[in-house]
């Protein structure tokens, strides 16, 4: 059975940073890439972040370029995402996605003063 268990939210202030956790079981982690998507409060579903198999290839969304960092450890099969300088528009809920398109239960992201 498939499991993304997404962890690490919490209520920051803008310019805090939040790492963002992601434990994978039931598939071959190491072989697939993975990415990061979020939820604004009213929005849809938002890419930010993929990371390649290998963990060596990374790609973000134009807003998250250079405050956030994507990374995984395969021996740990677990996904993270380091956010810093957040702003209020990074609130939402965060989730980890697979290449089939599944999801955990997110973890909430809240950036306000």
Not at 9 to 32: D, E, H, I, K, N
């Amino acid at each position: 059975q498939v499991q993304l268990v997404e962890s690490g939210g919490g209520l920051v202030q803008p310019g805090g940073s939040l790492r963002l956790s992601c434990a994978v079981s039931g598939f071959t982690f190491s072989g697939y890439a993975m990415k990061w998507v979020r939820r604004a409060p009213g929005k849809g579903v938002e890419w930010v972040s993929t990371i390649n198999s290998g963990g060596d290839i990374t790609t973000y969304a134009g807003s998250m370029k250079g405050r956030f960092t994507i990374s995984r450890d395969n021996a740990e099969n677990t996904l993270y995402l380091q956010m810093n300088s957040l702003k209020p528009d990074d609130t939402g809920v965060y989730y980890c996605e697979d290449p089939y398109g599944r999801r955990g239960q997110g973890t909430q992201v809240t950036v306000s003063s």
